[in-house]
């Protein structure tokens, strides 16, 4: 009888376990997906046999360390983000031309200055997508997330005078305010259309 007891309670704490893992994996679905397609754009090869083993790297990534899990919102407008990717590339283009222009004409007197950007969410997933986005454009990149602040801080070429400081932290903050109407929560969202109005 006593035997019996302690096997039901080994068979129900695997289950529990089980059980865990599968919420888990479900909760971290989405990292390891954005991990395997930076694994194919960074060796800019979507084949089957590499997506896999991108797919097989990011699993015993994310099986092997304690990474905190990704908090999707559950909404994904695709207008906007048909939009968003088009402005990006416009702003790709633009900031390429301007950065070649600066290289061209003023090479090393172009002055440079460290910029805080507080962003409105304290999301990781979105502070991390409006750094990536930020950096992917020519001319800034980001050399430290504060993330208690929820402040980026971002190292930005051709800043000589405070308003070119306070003409990037509002360009910065249009892109998180481009990715919230994209994929922000609703709370997000609402604050956004609060203060727009």
């Known amino acids: 009888m006593r035997q019996a007891t302690e096997r039901e309670r080994r068979v129900r704490h695997v289950k529990a376990v089980l059980r865990r893992r599968r919420r888990r994996f479900a909760v971290e679905l989405p990292l390891i997906v954005g991990m395997t397609l930076l694994w194919g754009s ?12 991108g797919f097989l790297i990011s699993l015993g990534i994310v099986s092997a360390f304690r990474l ?7 909404r994904f407008n695709l207008w906007q983000a048909l939009r968003f990717v088009l402005w990006f590339l416009g702003d790709v283009l633009v900031a390429s031309l301007q950065v070649f222009r600066l290289a061209l004409f003023r090479g090393p007197r172009v002055r440079s200055a460290i910029i805080g950007v507080p962003l409105r969410s304290h999301d ?13 454009i020519p ?6 997330v504060d993330r208690r602040s ?16 306070e003409s990037f932290r509002a ?27």
Request: glycine share 4%; aromatic share 4%.
């Open 42 to 53: 960074m060796w800019i090869d979507f084949s089957a046999g590499n997506l896999i083993f």
């Open 68 to 74: 905190p899990p990704v908090h999707i919102s559950g």
């Open 124 to 136: 990781d997933l979105m502070v991390t997508l409006v750094a990536h986005t930020l950096t992917l």
């Open 139 to 144: 001319g800034s990149v980001v050399v430290e």
């Open 150 to 165: 929820s402040t980026l801080y971002m190292h930005v070429l051709n800043v000589a005078t405070d308003d070119d400081a």
């Open 171 to 197: 360009s910065a903050r249009n892109t998180e305010a481009r990715l919230i109407r994209v994929m922000g929560t609703r709370a997000q969202l609402d604050e956004l259309k609060k203060e727009d109005a």
